[in-house]
């Protein structure tokens, strides 16, 4: 079976390769034409999806190329010296992915809070702002909801989001699920068989998209203090939660994939479709539905906070101090809150607003974990 599996995801693999050069050529020739027609212009589009596509397909293949060798090694003197390896590469490839992806959501971020609003903003704009990286000067508009006209050329900021949920999916395999007698499982927390902590693990990741989705959608998401604090507590009930029933170290990195998987899941299921309403909309000559872009911008913003507790998740198990406490989860909580606080700090600074409270206490409160 672990054969079987080897060679035809390496056949399916060397096959979407392939496909991406007929691509390639196909999007050059395409593109080379002086004048585009506008069912040439559609089929320009539907080869820039298919090329997405492709380049997922060859990740998930890639994924399930090593696994079929992780089968075929299993048990032998060379599974140790795979399960190194392939925690090295998936992890560099998770470590690359979330750089793109957390540098994308701090820049743009940045850029709602820093724009200018008022001088020499024309009516169809929210702001602009000039910026100078790299010896280079750059100049950003950004619409109130969206231009007369699409562009031909529209770059889409999605799959920093999903490969990086998907290495990080993969390394809870690698390093957790595969071996979970011994990494998942701590018969001192509790004592229960593999299958089942691996299904708890997997199962509360949807149970918490499930829980913040309705919180979003409930009255609380119109009063910020409540619905933060309601989503403190429903963070608190994880973490003791995880903390109760696995290991220390992977309790607290089912808390950092709980979160990711609450922003991969935003990503995924509400700024994507509603980023694609709207320009669908605009390019049928109809004026998209600007709740969508509030929307989405809202659980984009919410992501933004995500991404230092997870970065902490991230780096924790080379810490014994935080996980290994009487009292993991509270650890933990205390630094997600205090490392949120830093963030809406840098946040509300952007805006040109000043808070002079919410840095001192984040960092009283990260340093009060020492104590």
């Given at each position: 079976?672990?054969?079987?599996?080897?060679?035809?995801?390496?056949?399916i693999?060397?096959?979407?390769?392939?496909l991406?050069?007929?691509?390639?050529?196909?999007?050059?020739?395409?593109?080379?034409?002086?004048?585009?027609?506008?069912?040439?212009?559609?089929?320009?589009?539907?080869?820039?999806?298919?090329?997405n596509?492709?380049?997922?397909?060859i990740?998930?293949?890639?994924?399930v190329?090593?696994?079929?060798?992780?089968l075929?090694?299993?048990?032998?003197?060379?599974?140790?010296?795979l399960?190194?390896?392939?925690?090295?590469?998936?992890?560099?490839?998770?470590?690359?992915?979330?750089?793109a992806?957390?540098?994308a959501?701090?820049?743009?971020?940045?850029?709602?809070?820093?724009?200018?609003?008022?001088?020499d903003?024309?009516?169809?704009?929210?702001?602009n702002?000039?910026?100078?990286?790299?010896g280079?000067?750059?100049?950003?508009?950004?619409?109130?909801?969206?231009p007369?006209?699409?562009?031909?050329?529209?770059?889409?900021?999605k799959?920093?989001a999903?490969?990086?949920?998907?290495?990080?999916?993969?390394?809870?395999?690698?390093?957790?699920?595969?071996?979970a007698?011994?990494?998942?499982?701590?018969?001192n927390?509790?004592?229960?068989?593999?299958?089942?902590?691996?299904?708890?693990?997997?199962?509360?990741?949807?149970?918490?998209?499930?829980?913040?989705?309705?919180?979003?959608?409930?009255?609380?998401?119109?009063?910020?203090?409540?619905?933060?604090?309601?989503?403190?507590?429903?963070?608190?009930?994880?973490?003791?939660?995880y903390?109760?029933?696995?290991?220390a170290?992977?309790a607290?990195m089912?808390?950092?994939?709980?979160?990711?998987?609450?922003?991969?899941a935003?990503?995924?299921?509400?700024?994507?479709p509603?980023?694609?309403?709207?320009?669908?909309?605009?390019?049928?000559?109809?004026?998209p539905?600007?709740?969508?872009?509030k929307n989405?911008?809202?659980?984009?913003?919410?992501?933004n906070?995500?991404?230092?507790?997870?970065?902490?998740?991230?780096?924790?198990?080379?810490?014994?101090?935080?996980?290994?406490?009487?009292?993991?989860?509270?650890?933990?909580?205390?630094?997600?809150?205090?490392?949120?606080?830093?963030?809406?700090?840098?946040?509300?600074?952007e805006?040109?607003?000043?808070?002079?409270?919410?840095?001192?206490?984040s960092?009283?409160?990260?340093?009060?974990?020492?104590?």
């Amino acid at each position: 079976m672990a054969l079987a599996l080897f060679i035809s995801s390496l056949a399916i693999l060397i096959m979407l390769i392939i496909l991406t050069y007929y691509l390639r050529t196909a999007r050059i020739d395409r593109e080379r034409e002086s004048e585009i027609k506008e069912d040439e212009d559609s089929r320009l589009l539907n080869i820039f999806s298919s090329q997405n596509l492709i380049f997922t397909a060859i990740i998930l293949t890639t994924l399930v190329l090593l696994f079929s060798i992780y089968l075929m090694v299993k048990g032998t003197l060379w599974e140790g010296h795979l399960m190194e390896w392939m925690n090295i590469v998936v992890r560099l490839m998770h470590i690359t992915f979330g750089i793109a992806w957390i540098g994308a959501s701090f820049y743009f971020v940045f850029l709602e809070n820093a724009l200018n609003r008022n001088r020499d903003v024309r009516d169809e704009l929210a702001g602009n702002l000039w910026a100078i990286h790299g010896g280079g000067f750059y100049y950003l508009e950004k619409y109130k909801i969206a231009p007369a006209k699409i562009p031909k050329h529209l770059h889409w900021f999605k799959y920093e989001a999903y490969f990086t949920w998907l290495s990080g999916f993969s390394l809870l395999f690698i390093v957790y699920y595969f071996n979970a007698s011994s990494t998942l499982v701590d018969k001192n927390v509790l004592d229960i068989n593999s299958i089942t902590a691996i299904l708890i693990g997997i199962g509360s990741f949807a149970l918490a998209w499930l829980l913040y989705d309705l919180l979003c959608k409930s009255f609380l998401a119109r009063y910020p203090v409540l619905f933060g604090l309601t989503g403190f507590i429903l963070a608190s009930l994880f973490a003791y939660g995880y903390t109760h029933l696995f290991s220390a170290k992977a309790a607290y990195m089912h808390f950092g994939a709980m979160l990711g998987t609450i922003m991969a899941a935003n990503v995924f299921m509400v700024i994507i479709p509603s980023q694609k309403a709207m320009v669908n909309a605009s390019r049928k000559g109809i004026s998209p539905d600007a709740r969508l872009g509030k929307n989405a911008g809202r659980r984009s913003l919410h992501n933004n906070y995500f991404t230092l507790p997870v970065l902490f998740v991230m780096i924790s198990n080379h810490f014994p101090v935080t996980f290994g406490h009487p009292k993991p989860w509270l650890i933990l909580m205390i630094i997600t809150v205090g490392t949120a606080g830093v963030k809406h700090y840098l946040n509300v600074k952007e805006k040109g607003q000043l808070s002079v409270w919410v840095l001192p206490a984040s960092i009283i409160l990260l340093l009060s974990a020492a104590f």
